[in-house]
């Protein structure tokens, strides 16, 4: 461990990365701009840039070619030797212009021109090979493991020149730099720092523990929230940062503490992830990091047990933390005495005595769910109120109700009865059914499995909206394949109810009026899913519905049940 005084500049003895090219270069790459090819970068290459750019990710210079790649997966070093412990790569298709020895445009989702690729390889990978060793599984409950499911097979790679980092208009203040940050610990004259990585609202036990860790290791403390893409469901950072802010302005004592966004995407790789914040706060300045349990872990995976060992990450850290040169404080869970109205790590409290906390699954489904505040003990009242403010009870959120299974499953028939029971508990709905969304949302679109894929991702994307502003969509699709409910899932960040219509295919044939299975049967329709094309079930849908089984009335009546047990819908709401 060392301090800022012999630290001043980052890891593995090299200089801060800093890709931004000069303002005439920058012109002269814009105006060359329409003669190359362009990819769109999604979230997660969108914030690898800024931080490869600013020299977060010092020493890399820019996305992981197939040498360096491979070796990150195996051993977790680069061809070089050099600690790093996940890839951070870019995902594209080749042809149409992107291809080696071509320039390559990077642009934001609203066309911002933001950076030039140079590309020298464009390599294929194995996703499930990538997905075992980074990530330890292949299960899509995983968020990096969906992600990758759905990115093209190829990455690229070459010199990377960055004519502007992705633009920001929010808490634009507390977006430092490595470099700005540096320059604020020296100014402050803090020759030790601790750096606190969170993706929540940080409540009384993380408040204690954070100055706990300052005064451990004699100096200053950063709080340094990501503020890119963490855990679906987590709550937004628009939020988050008003809590943060609060509280650094009111519970901590002046010039103890700096608050800094990082743009970064979470991968929730546990043992390896601790390893890459460590080293992204190390190129920040810090000299020490809290790690706690089940850093950066991303919860349960299908079959209900977690993805890693809620130590696991502790143990990497410890392993690793004098090649990346930053001292670790464990992070001790935090409980509160009522008798004596404090908090204290769990393992000094006394055998007998009497403790008292609150999970982040009761804080959500217990309180803010419910419309109930946070104990003052919990939480600051200043906190309280900005999470009460942006979190209605659960009967008061967005939610999506996504109907899923084989053409006359009886989707569209359920998924009806249950808009007019969903109006008796004062939920409006909007149906997209999709016969009408495909004359209308994915007019033009076929049924090859790129356009279906399409269609979905277009439903997927309508109904997070609808979500994102407290609406109810009922969206009832075949959507055979997996993958793409999985991501519709992602896109509407959290509240969402799969229902498989798990009705036989002999029932399903009976019924259809159209005559479409008799035809696909015949070969004179292509591509039909259920006789000629697959239909990948759902491995953990919230409902389970067999229509030749149960009628109309009962499928809504489990629904509803279902929606009341998710605290969806309220009995109070029941007129």
């Keep these: 461990m060392s301090s800022l005084d012999d630290g001043l500049n980052p890891p593995y003895g090299g200089i801060l990365v800093n890709l931004l090219v000069d303002s005439a270069r920058a012109a002269e790459m814009k105006a060359t701009a329409k003669d190359h090819a362009s990819v769109t970068l999604d979230e997660r290459p969108l914030c690898d840039l800024e931080l490869l750019a600013e020299g977060a990710f010092s020493p890399l210079k820019g996305f992981l070619g197939k040498a360096d790649y491979n070796r990150v997966l195996e051993e977790q070093r680069l061809v070089d030797g050099t600690l790093w412990p996940l890839p951070i790569v870019l995902p594209v298709k080749p042809g149409e212009g992107i291809a080696e020895g071509k320039t390559l445009a990077l642009r934001d989702v609203y066309g911002n021109l933001l950076a030039f690729l140079h590309v020298e390889e464009i390599y294929a990978i194995d996703k499930d090979r990538e997905s075992k060793l980074a990530y330890g599984s292949t299960d899509s409950r995983h968020p990096s493991v969906a992600w990758l499911n759905r990115q093209p097979g190829h990455y690229a790679a070459g010199r990377l020149e960055v004519l502007r980092t992705p633009p920001h208009h929010d808490f634009v203040e507390l977006r430092r730099t490595p470099a700005e940050l540096r320059k604020t610990f020296a100014e402050l004259g803090w020759k030790k720092v601790v750096a606190f990585q969170t993706r929540n609202p940080l409540h009384r036990a993380h408040e204690e523990l954070t100055k706990r860790a300052a005064q451990q290791i004699g100096g200053g403390l950063l709080i340094h929230p990501v503020v890119g893409v963490t855990k679906p469901g987590d709550v937004d950072h628009f939020t988050r940062v008003r809590c943060y802010r609060a509280l650094v302005d009111n519970y901590y004592e002046p010039g103890s503490v700096v608050l800094s966004l990082l743009p970064l995407a979470m991968r929730m790789a546990g043992p390896r992830e601790v390893l890459l914040h460590a080293i992204i706060r190390r190129n920040h300045g810090c000299t020490d990091f809290i790690v706690g349990r089940d850093h950066a872990g991303p919860g349960k995976d299908s079959s209900g047990k977690p993805f890693y060992d809620p130590y696991a990450a502790q143990e990497a850290m410890a392993e690793h933390k004098k090649e990346i040169g930053m001292g670790m404080v464990d992070f001790k869970q935090m409980v509160y005495l009522p008798d004596d109205d404090k908090y204290a790590p769990v393992d000094e409290v006394p055998k007998g005595v009497r403790t008292a906390d609150i999970s982040g699954t009761q804080v959500r489904d217990d309180y803010l769910a419910k419309g109930i505040a946070l104990p003052e003990w919990f939480s600051r009242p200043a906190v309280a109120a900005i999470l009460a403010e942006a979190n209605p009870p659960k009967h008061r959120q967005g939610l999506t109700i996504w109907f899923t299974g ?170």
């Excluded at 939920?427 to 076929?446: A, M």
């Excluded at 006789?531 to 149960?550: C, G």
């Excluded at 809504?556 to 029941?574: N, P, Q, V």
């Design 406 to 575: 084989l053409s006359g499953s009886g989707k569209s028939t359920v998924a009806h009865a249950l808009v007019e029971r969903l109006a008796e508990f004062g939920r409006d709905v909007s149906l997209l059914d999709g016969d009408e969304i495909r004359t209308h949302l994915s007019k033009g679109l076929g049924f090859s499995k790129e356009d279906r894929d399409a269609n979905i991702n277009r439903v997927g994307y309508v109904a997070g909206l609808v979500a994102q502003h407290g609406g109810t969509t009922l969206c009832s699709v075949i959507s055979p394949y997996r993958a793409t409910r999985d991501n519709a899932r992602q896109s509407t960040k959290g509240n969402f109810v799969e229902v498989y219509c798990d009705t036989p295919i002999e029932v399903c044939e009976q019924r259809d009026v159209k005559g479409l299975y008799a035809k696909a049967r015949a070969g004179e329709i292509k591509g039909f899913t259920g006789v000629d094309d697959p239909y990948e079930a759902p491995l953990n849908p919230e409902v389970v519905l067999d229509t030749s089984k149960l009628s109309v009335q009962e499928c809504a009546d489990r629904m509803i049940d279902k929606l009341i047990e998710l605290g969806y819908i309220s009995h109070h709401g029941h007129v």
